[in-house]
């Protein structure tokens, strides 16, 4: 059975930081390219950062400088650390594991909140 559990979400002051995790199971984990995602109230959910099966990362423009991916293939696990937040990265945080061969096999996390406010 896939899961995806993320954690590491709360309530943090803007310029402060958080640290997400996300432990994966039931697939391999080191194969697939992980990636997290956020959504705002009223708003599409949008990629934040990917960090590729190879490790290579990439970053949506708002994050960068701010915000790094990791993973740690011993530990099946995609860590997101969050710097000098502001209240425009309020959101449900969704951890997202992927990987395309001959076809595309995806999987989500259930979400976790980041709320940004003094």
């Known amino acids: 059975q896939v899961q995806l559990v993320e954690s590491g979400g709360g309530l943090v002051q803007p310029g402060g930081s958080l640290r997400l995790s996300c432990a994966a199971s039931?697939?391999?984990?080191?194969?697939?390219?992980m990636s997290w995602y956020r959504q705002a109230p009223g708003k599409q959910r949008e990629l934040v950062a990917t960090?590729?099966?190879?490790?290579?990362?990439h970053y949506a423009d708002s994050v960068k400088g701010r915000f790094t991916i990791s993973r740690d293939n011993a530990e099946n696990t995609v860590y997101l650390q969050m710097n000098s937040l502001k209240a425009e990265d309020t959101a449900a945080y969704y951890c997202?594991?992927?990987?395309?061969?001959?076809?595309?096999?995806?999987?989500w996390g259930q979400g976790t909140q980041v709320t940004v406010s003094s």
């Open positions: 039931g697939f391999t984990f080191s194969s697939y390219d």
């Open positions: 960090i590729t099966s190879g490790g290579s990362t």
């Open positions: 997202n594991a992927a990987r395309q061969l001959v076809t595309r096999n995806e999987y």
